[in-house]
């Protein structure tokens, strides 16, 4: 069912998000080395059926599969040609189940991090960062929500903001970093630095997502809401991986997870869901776990 990320903040309750679509691809038979984003035209319906799954749970949002779908990171794989086509590709999966949903969802479009350093750490300039990150989301056209999201540098979200929004100044944004290096991005910023930034930025919601487990992100959300009264978005990884050969298997399980959610919703966030490692299993424990929750929230907070 089609509604609007206001609306779906507007009951006051926590939001359920999805979880990770690369462990989910990479179940499916994905190799390592292989562009995620390439499976929205080679293998659509896995996709759609990895989005329906993660609806089915319970997620009210659900992300597009285009992390790595700007022309740089793309370039990487020899794809920036196909930038355009694998971020269409992916708005329509995503908008299909979406809108065929019994209950709202929110499609957001994801949009992470280049995997090039900006000047003067690298040879990246904030003209090229800005000008990828807006054909990404010229090409997103159709999400609810531009979801920037897993990003260190400062520097680059301001460039993915912005080219967000010479595509599009009409639709909202999240942003989530990723505090991964001793509570700091691995760029050195800090959850209060990142948080009063990212508010002046004007973003809808903002928060942390992936690294290393949901106790960091459990204290990242803590520190975010001590100085902000923000829409706060939590979104951890699976427990820490295990390398079986090639695979990295997470070691969180969907109780734990559950119990993960209980505590941040207490923490402050209003918006959570999971990254690496995890399943629609995670996030059906999410969803129950919330669910149990009989009051709205009230300052970041359920009375």
Same mark, same amino acid.
């Given at each position: 069912?089609?509604?609007?990320?206001?609306?779906? #903040?507007?009951?006051?309750?926590?939001?359920?998000?999805?979880?990770?679509?690369?462990?989910?691809?990479?179940?499916?038979?994905?190799?390592?080395?292989?562009?995620?984003?390439?499976?929205?035209?080679?293998?659509?319906?896995?996709?759609?059926g990895?989005?329906?799954a993660?609806?089915?749970?319970?997620?009210?949002?659900?992300?597009?599969?285009t992390?790595?779908?700007?022309r740089?990171?793309?370039?990487?794989?020899?794809?920036?040609?196909?930038?355009?086509?694998? &971020?269409?590709?992916?708005v329509q999966?995503?908008?299909?189940e979406?809108?065929? %949903?019994?209950?709202p969802?929110?499609?957001?479009g994801?949009?992470?991090?280049?995997?090039?350093?900006?000047?003067?750490?690298?040879?990246?300039?904030l003209?090229e960062?800005?000008?990828?990150?807006?054909?990404?989301?010229?090409?997103?056209?159709?999400?609810?929500?531009?979801?920037?999201?897993?990003?260190?540098?400062?520097?680059?979200?301001r460039?993915?903001?912005?080219?967000?929004r010479?595509? &599009?100044?009409?639709?909202?944004?999240?942003?989530?970093?990723?505090?991964?290096?001793? *509570?700091?991005?691995?760029?050195?910023?800090k959850?209060?630095?990142?948080?009063?930034?990212?508010?002046?930025?004007?973003?809808?919601?903002?928060g942390?997502?992936?690294?290393?487990?949901?106790?960091?992100?459990?204290?990242?959300?803590?520190?975010?809401h001590?100085?902000s009264? %923000?829409?706060?978005?939590?979104?951890?990884n699976?427990?820490?991986?295990?390398?079986?050969?090639?695979?990295?298997?997470?070691?969180?399980?969907?109780?734990v997870?559950?119990?993960?959610?209980?505590?941040?919703?207490?923490q *402050?966030?209003?918006i959570?869901?999971?990254?690496?490692?995890?399943?629609?299993?995670?996030?059906?424990?999410?969803?129950?776990? #919330?669910?149990?929750?009989?009051?709205?929230i009230?300052?970041?907070?359920?009375?």
């Open positions: 069912m089609k509604t609007t990320f206001a609306d779906l #903040l507007a009951s006051g309750r926590p939001v359920v998000a999805d979880g990770g679509m690369g462990t989910m691809l990479f179940s499916a038979g994905m190799v390592r080395g292989h562009a995620p984003e390439s499976w929205n035209v080679e293998h659509p319906d896995i996709v759609r990895i989005h329906a993660y609806i089915q749970a319970g997620a009210q949002i659900i992300l597009t599969n992390f790595g779908g700007n740089i990171r793309l370039g990487m794989h020899k794809l920036a040609a196909r930038t355009c086509l694998f &971020n269409t590709a992916a999966l995503a908008r299909s979406a809108d065929a %949903a019994a209950l969802v929110v499609v957001g994801s949009i992470g991090p280049t995997g090039a350093l900006l000047e003067p750490h690298g040879e990246l300039t003209y960062a800005v000008s990828a990150f807006e054909e990404q989301a010229l090409a997103l056209n159709g999400v609810d929500v531009f979801w920037i999201e897993t990003m260190s540098d400062l520097e680059e979200v460039a993915a903001i912005t080219g967000c010479k595509a &599009n100044a009409d639709t909202p944004i999240v942003t989530t970093m990723t505090f991964d290096t001793n *509570g700091r991005t691995m760029m050195g910023v959850p209060e630095q990142a948080t009063e930034a990212l508010q002046n930025l004007g973003v809808i919601a903002l942390a997502n992936c690294g290393n487990g949901p106790a960091e992100i459990e204290q990242v959300i803590e520190k975010m001590r100085s009264s %923000a829409v706060l978005v939590a979104k951890a699976a427990g820490l991986p295990h390398m079986h050969g090639d695979i990295a298997v997470y070691d969180a399980t969907p109780e997870m559950a119990a993960y959610a209980s505590r941040v919703l207490g *402050g966030a209003r959570i869901g999971a990254c690496c490692g995890s399943t629609p299993d995670h996030i059906r424990a999410i969803a129950n776990a #919330l669910q149990n929750i009989d009051t709205p009230k300052d970041g907070k359920h009375s």
